[in-house]
């Protein structure tokens, strides 16, 4: 079937102004997770959703940022009062399942992402 | 915390050259896995590592997990133009989360 979707794809907003990102998983995966990554650098943790467990926010750098999960499916990750310092591109992934078969982890599905820039 | 660190940074070879990554981890893991980032992509799973000491291979990548579950390498034979890109290890908590490594940034020079 069809592989995670993020929209949008670019956004570009004004310092100040608030921004929604949406990552629809694939289909059946219960576990859904958000990344930062900004120029040239690895992957920044941000929040884990895990079937109908309560969220791991923990990587969350501040309570501008927050993410919902609908109906155990789409997931938004809003960002208040966006600063430069945010922009980077939001990766959104998915996998299977959300509990570990044994020493056995589902691998990630990753969308293409969406580039925030803050001007 | 958790600290995955992932060496060299960088590391650009010439077109044929072998090419070696390796991750190193504070705490004893239940498994690691291996992404790779083509530049402008995003991160795309190759393989899993499971067992102590297990090597795996896909046609010139070599995978391979420590004995103490603490380190893992990806080790590439006669790099190709196609190599180009960051890869990642990436490694689980007991939460079922995933963190993953600093990356590796692969230049092949044709």
């Known amino acids: 079937g069809a592989g995670v979707s993020q929209s949008p794809s670019n956004k570009v907003t004004e310092k100040g102004k608030d921004v929604e990102l949406r990552c629809d998983p694939i289909s059946g995966h219960t576990a859904l997770y958000w990344y930062r990554q900004s120029l040239g650098q690895g992957l920044e943790f941000l929040i884990y959703?895990?079937?109908?467990?309560?969220?791991?926010k923990s990587g969350l750098p501040s309570d501008r940022f927050s993410a919902e999960r609908t109906g155990g499916s789409v997931s938004t990750l809003t960002i208040q009062r966006t600063q430069q310092e945010d922009s980077a591109v939001y990766l959104c992934a998915s996998s299977l399942v959300s509990q570990a078969l044994g020493s056995y982890n589902s691998p990630l599905h990753f969308g293409n992402g969406t580039r925030l820039t803050v001007t | 915390g958790q600290q995955v660190m992932q060496i060299p940074q960088y590391q650009h070879v010439q077109e044929g050259e072998d090419f070696t990554t390796y991750c190193n981890s504070s705490t004893t893991l239940s498994n690691i896995q291996w992404y790779k980032q083509r530049p402008g992509g995003h991160p795309v799973f190759l393989i899993q590592l499971v067992k102590s000491g297990e090597v795996k291979k896909q046609k010139r990548l070599t995978f391979q997990f420590g004995e103490a579950k603490k380190n893992s390498s990806l080790h590439i034979t006669a790099t190709q133009t196609t190599d180009v890109g960051t890869y990642f290890c990436?490694?689980?908590?007991?939460?079922?989360?995933?963190?993953f490594g600093t990356g590796t940034r692969l230049t092949v020079i044709p």
């Open positions: 959703f895990q079937g109908n467990s309560a969220p791991d």
């Open positions: 990436a490694e689980p908590t007991r939460a079922n989360n995933l963190f």
